[in-house]
């Protein structure tokens, strides 16, 4: 995993883990790898992995079981908000990108047809 400077390590790898949830690797009610394991996967350190799966328990979708390890929440409507959540964050994301490259390119269109997009994504 390669990681940027614009964010705290351990926000990235709790965005991967996220991700893994997300698209099935960890499954609902199932334990994730330990931290060390985690640690030695992603080439951080035990505290980076631990402090990213506290930032998933604080959000739910973590719940820790003393003595037997982390496991991904059962709870489907968690997961589903998440995942919806996510959905809109990236279609956000594209089109605050599209309205900065039509704003760039002096495309009056393009940009009144982004913003037209972005301000449904409000409702």
Do not use: C
């Given at each position: ?23 099935g690797?960890?499954?609902?009610g ?6 060390r394991?985690?640690?030695?996967t ?64 002096e495309?009056p ?5 982004a ?5 449904e994504t409000?409702?």
């Amino acid at each position: 995993m390669e990681f940027s400077s614009n964010q705290p390590i351990y926000l990235q790898v709790a965005t991967w883990l996220e991700q893994q949830i997300m698209a099935g690797t960890y499954q609902a009610g199932r334990k994730i790898p330990g931290v060390r394991d985690l640690a030695v996967t992603l080439i951080v350190s035990t505290r980076t992995v631990q402090n990213a799966i506290n930032q998933l328990v604080e959000n739910g979708l973590v719940v820790t079981k003393r003595g037997q390890g982390n496991f991904v929440t059962e709870d489907p409507t968690k997961i589903s908000i998440i995942r919806a959540d996510k959905k809109i964050d990236i279609t956000k994301q594209y089109i605050d990108n599209v309205i900065h490259v039509a704003q760039i390119s002096e495309i009056p269109e393009l940009v009144a047809h982004a913003i037209a997009k972005y301000e449904e994504t409000q409702l």
